[in-house]
């Protein structure tokens, strides 16, 4: 068995000892930290980047925030707005409401008035218009001319009768 | 000829570059080939595939990147924070014996770690190293660690010797494991490869589908025992920092 051959032991030793010292030189000067560097330079970026990522978001969340703000805001505004159209107009519509009921009550009261004028002046010429009557009724019936005065006495007694 | 065709011609050691220093024999040998190959081959995986350093790897890269977190994950677990000052031994164990393995698994090539003497001496060296660390960190302290804590005094007497037993031992089984896995393997593939020839075009192709899946057998076992050398040695490693069972 080759590998039991004792003569072939010190080469074998000398050069494992030689590459086995080169070979830990090389990764521990040269490879390893490049490769680590690399590492970490990625986890660096990548962690920037996480953090860079967290702040947009921050900042988005803090804009939506912002924009609800002001709608909640323009919302409120618009509110105010209606009620106060609201209540200007109601405030209008009784304005003019009271004054159509004072032209109204004017109006009426100016008619109540001309319809009792017109009454009036009605039934005093009721009383003209019955003595006429009587009078050519009478002065028809027997030919006699009887003064105005009679005729509005006996009208006006009449009258007094049948009231 | 008979000995060239033997399952165990391609454990020879041939001197390529006879050399002699002070009547010790240094000769470059196929061995010595292969390790310069392997430590030439890690270095440049890690510094070309890493040449871009890209902050989004590409296959190569990617594989460099796999590499170094495989080990430091390794380490991170089963020896914690304080285990990455010997990031470097432990990866450049890993990739040694890793890249060892996998140049051994190229037809016609030598594998280094088939060599109870190279695997010893790796073993060795991972066991000094943690025996040192050890003793620096933890003076007479270290001491405690034969003496299972617990234990009726009685049973100390048979069990503090079979600790130190188990510690000593430690290098051993863990070369012996790499080598005989090695061993068995490619001289279980030269077997086979024999059949192939004795068995001829008739019943060649029996011997020669075991090869096929053998093959993918031992590029498993080429990578796990390298996994199990480096994963064994930070275990040692944690022992040596933390001192307990």
């Known amino acids: 068995m080759p590998q039991l051959n004792i003569a072939d032991f010190p080469p074998q030793l000398i050069w494992l000892a030689i590459t086995f010292v080169v070979l830990y030189f090389l990764m521990a000067k040269v490879a390893v930290?490049?490769?680590?560097?690399?590492?970490?330079?990625?986890?660096?970026?990548?962690?920037?980047?996480?953090?860079?990522?967290?702040?947009?978001?921050?900042?988005?969340?803090?804009?939506?925030?912002?924009?609800?703000?002001?709608?909640?805001?323009?919302?409120?505004?618009?509110?105010?707005?209606v009620s106060e159209l609201k209540a200007q107009v109601a405030k209008e519509q009784e304005t003019s409401k009271a004054e159509l009921d004072a032209a109204l009550a004017k109006k009426t009261k100016a008619a109540e008035t001309s319809i009792r004028e017109a009454k009036e002046t009605a039934l005093s010429h009721v009383r003209e218009i019955a003595a006429d009557t009587a009078k050519s009724a009478v002065a028809k019936l027997v030919a006699l001319d009887i003064s105005d005065k009679d005729v509005d006495a006996a009208v006006a007694a009449s009258m007094k009768g049948e009231a | 000829?008979?000995?060239?065709?033997?399952?165990?011609?391609?454990?020879?050691?041939?001197?390529?570059?006879?050399?002699?220093?002070?009547?010790?024999?240094?000769?470059?040998?196929?061995?010595?080939?292969?390790?310069?190959?392997?430590?030439?081959?890690?270095?440049?995986?890690?510094?070309?595939?890493?040449?871009?350093?890209?902050?989004?790897?590409?296959?190569?890269?990617?594989?460099?990147?796999?590499?170094?977190?495989?080990?430091?994950?390794?380490?991170?677990?089963?020896?914690?924070?304080?285990?990455?000052?010997?990031?470097?031994?432990?990866?450049?164990?890993?990739?040694?014996?890793?890249?060892?393995?996998?140049?051994?698994?190229?037809?016609?090539?030598?594998?280094?770690?088939?060599?109870?003497?190279?695997?010893?001496?790796?073993?060795?060296?991972?066991?000094?190293?943690?025996?040192?660390?050890?003793?620096?960190?933890?003076?007479?302290?270290?001491?405690?660690?034969?003496?299972?804590?617990?234990?009726?005094?009685?049973?100390?007497?048979?069990?503090?010797?079979?600790?130190?037993?188990?510690?000593?031992?430690?290098?051993?089984?863990?070369?012996?494991?790499?080598?005989?896995?090695?061993l068995a393997g490619h001289t279980l593939m030269k077997v086979f490869g024999g059949f192939v020839i004795a068995l001829g075009i008739f019943l060649g192709w029996l011997p020669l589908a075991f090869i096929v899946a053998l093959t993918g057998l031992e590029f498993l076992v080429a990578f796990l025992q390298a996994y199990v050398f480096a994963i064994l040695s930070c275990l040692y490693l944690n022992d040596a920092l933390h001192l307990h069972h």
């Open chain 2, 1 to 182: 000829m008979a000995s060239d065709h033997s399952p165990l011609a391609q454990f020879e050691i041939k001197r390529l570059v006879p050399m002699e220093i002070g009547g010790l024999d240094v000769s470059f040998t196929n061995s010595s080939l292969f390790m310069v190959i392997a430590i030439a081959a890690i270095t440049l995986f890690l510094t070309w595939s890493m040449r871009s350093r890209s902050l989004v790897p590409g296959r190569m890269q990617s594989m460099a990147e796999l590499s170094y977190e495989f080990i430091a994950n390794m380490i991170k677990d089963n020896v914690g924070s304080e285990g990455r000052k010997y990031f470097p031994f432990i990866f450049s164990i890993f990739m040694f014996v890793l890249f060892c393995n996998l140049l051994g698994m190229i037809p016609y090539s030598f594998t280094v770690t088939s060599h109870i003497i190279v695997t010893f001496a790796l073993a060795a060296l991972v066991f000094l190293v943690v025996t040192i660390v050890a003793i620096v960190r933890h003076g007479f302290k270290f001491l405690g660690f034969f003496i299972p804590s617990g234990v009726p005094a009685i049973l100390l007497v048979l069990l503090v010797p079979i600790e130190i037993i188990s510690y000593f031992v430690r290098p051993v089984s863990l070369s012996v494991r790499l080598f005989a896995n090695m």
């Open chain 1, 33 to 81: 930290p490049g490769i680590s560097d690399v590492l970490e330079n990625r986890q660096n970026r990548i962690t920037s980047d996480l953090e860079e990522a967290k702040r947009l978001s921050e900042e988005a969340e803090k804009a939506r925030a912002d924009y609800e703000e002001a709608l909640a805001e323009a919302r409120s505004q618009a509110h105010g707005i």
